[in-house]
């Protein structure tokens, strides 16, 4: 049974449409990468399931619960657990203090703080300082932890990567296995095409909003993920993607995007 | 042998100045929102704390237990009812919300106590003293509200630091958005930090109550003290908001030393050159 069921989503950032009517099934305990260019509408998605946006239309369910309407901490009891674009951690808590706002209104499980710290060696040692005091890297791990402590059914991981270097993305990443061992049905959003099919048991390319292509990565040709990727005309008649598109709504959907 | 008095007893009152400023620090400090009507609320705590009084077989402490639970809830519900729906059309319209939060309560006290000058019948307490020299006495209830401003400033710095509730107000202080990432409800912890201000002002209003006597439209004159407080400490610190208390009730006391008439002066002078010379206040560190 899936987890997370999306059906006709649609949001807006004011005027422009960061989602369109998109149909999106995670099945419990399955790992899926939405991939895509920036502005493809990636974060809005996640921002809209963890109910950070509001969607115009569609719904969201969670479990078969209708959660569209609800808040953002709601869904965080019910499970719904997102690790921010940016890391967003609080600038005036230390490192412990980060990590345990996520079991403020998180639910019981198997994750608690000293266990997030032994996930990452180097935390309990340095838990009494300022998040600002760490690298982007340490910064992100501390948003996966805070995450992490409210033990989610649905974790969301926005943009991991994000201005990291591959080493230390590489790091992070060798703690997903474990996090998916004890059950955690994880939807991640990844610029890094290769990352994400590495870890993804099924990817989903989204091109301006809209879901171009879905499927396992084994199945999926590197040419195919490509066009999708970059909304590129087919080369034959196939299942095609519109080539207009990749002029001045797709600019503006970049501008967007990088003003986030 | 005056001066060394000036000094006792302009730092008592500077706990007061504190401790009536610290709700002030608290809610700016989490919402970025300046309350208009805090010393409006102080005044109406001290007329209710009247009433109380006046009206039924409780003295100071009985009314001082009914009103400071009243005022936490009258808090909550301010901020859910009414605070925070002007905070989502702009920090402008929390000013413009507030500001007519004032203007009514010190007309409804006006229209339901009339004009006069109270005080607050606080028996013995208020005349009580301790002599400490032939020269030097200080009230008991100066005495009594410099402890009870150390303790409120500790046990709410303890409570910020130490409980997962003041945590998750430091965190929505941060970044409101990522604390409902993690679960808070900002609405709900703004109120919270709503009522645990408000109490802190009642208790601040009953004690400034007790110490002097009040009228309807005082609440603004006082409100002008708790702001230099702020802005002298440091805005968003609370130690800062007790360093500034005590600056200002030096510099009243000891400038009503020199002249009864300097009393104010001293004050709004240490208050200017504050702000020019050091804007970002005597303890610039933020804890909230």
């Known amino acids: 049974m899936s987890l997370l069921e999306i059906t006709g989503l649609t949001v ?3 005027q422009l449409a960061a989602v369109v009517d998109l149909d999106l099934a995670v099945d419990d305990g399955e790992t899926l990468a939405v991939i895509g260019a920036n502005g493809a509408g990636k974060s809005t998605l996640l921002r809209t399931i963890a109910g950070v946006n509001r969607p115009s239309a569609g719904t969201i369910a969670l479990g078969g619960v209708d959660i569209t309407g609800w808040p953002a901490h709601r869904r965080v009891a019910e499970g719904v657990v997102l690790v921010p674009e940016g890391r967003r951690l609080f600038s005036s808590l230390t490192v412990e203090e980060n990590l345990l706002t996520g079991a403020y209104r998180g639910r019981p499980g198997p994750w608690s703080v000293p266990r997030v710290m032994g996930l990452f060696g180097w935390m309990t040692e340095r838990r009494r300082q300022r998040s600002t005091q760490l690298s982007g890297g340490e910064q992100q791990a501390v948003a996966l932890g805070r995450a992490l402590v409210a033990n989610p059914r649905l974790l969301l991981l926005d943009e991991v990567s994000l201005g990291l270097a591959p080493v230390v993305v590489r790091k992070l990443y060798e703690v997903l296995p474990e996090i998916i061992a004890e059950g955690t049905t994880v939807l991640l959003v990844e610029q890094d095409v290769t990352q994400a099919m590495r870890v993804a048991d099924r990817v989903q390319c989204l091109l301006e909003g809209r ?4 499927g396992r990565p084994a199945d ?17 008649d196939g299942e095609s993607v519109d080539g207009e598109s990749v002029d001045g709504e797709s600019v503006a959907s970049e501008v967007r995007g990088s003003e986030r | 042998m005056n001066w060394v008095n000036a000094v006792l007893q302009g ?3 500077g706990g007061l100045y504190a401790l009536f400023a610290c709700g002030l620090s608290l809610m ?5 929102i300046v309350n208009l009507a805090h010393g409006d609320f102080a005044v109406l705590a001290a007329f209710m704390a009247y009433s109380v009084i006046t009206l039924t077989p409780l003295g100071p402490l009985g009314a001082t237990a009914v009103v400071i639970p009243l005022f936490a809830l009258i808090g909550y519900l301010t901020q859910r009812g009414l605070i ?8 402008l319209s929390t000013l413009l919300v507030t500001f007519g939060l004032s203007i009514i309560i010190q007309n409804l ?21 301790l002599q400490l020299t032939d020269d030097i006495a200080i009230s008991y209830l100066a005495l009594i509200t410099f402890v009870l401003a150390i303790v409120v400033l500790a046990g709410l710095q303890q409570f910020l630091s130490r409980t997962a509730l003041g945590r998750m107000l430091r965190a929505t202080s941060d970044d409101r958005e990522a604390a409902s990432m993690v679960g808070g409800d900002p609405r709900h912890i703004y109120a919270v930090a709503t009522a645990i201000a408000f109490s802190i002002v009642a208790l601040a209003g009953l004690l400034f109550a007790m110490r002097s006597s009040f009228d309807p439209s005082i609440g603004p004159t006082r409100l002008l003290f708790a702001f230099e407080a702020v802005v002298i400490g440091g805005l968003g610190s609370l130690w800062g908001t007790l360093a500034g208390g005590l600056v200002l ?8 030393q020199v002249d009864p008439a300097f009393t104010l002066l001293a004050g709004h002078l240490i208050f200017l050159g504050v702000l020019a010379f050091r804007p970002q206040g005597l303890i610039a560190g933020r804890e909230l």
Do not use: I
Not at chain 1, 211 to 214: D, E, H, P, T, Y
């Open chain 1, 220 to 236: 999926l040709a590197p040419e195919q993920v490509e066009r999708a990727y970059f909304g590129l005309r087919e080369p034959a």
């Open chain 1, 211 to 214: 879901g171009v292509l879905a």
């Open chain 2, 109 to 129: 006290l006006l229209e339901g106590y009339s004009a006069d000058t109270r005080s607050l019948p606080a028996g013995s307490l208020v005349s009580a003293s």
């Open chain 2, 84 to 91: 925070q729906h002007a905070l989502k059309v702009g920090p």
């Open chain 2, 11 to 13: 730092a008592l009152l």
């Open chain 2, 28 to 32: 700016f400090g989490v919402m970025r």
């Open chain 2, 249 to 256: 009730g030096l510099a009243q006391t000891l400038g009503a």
């Open chain 1, 12 to 14: 807006h950032h004011g």
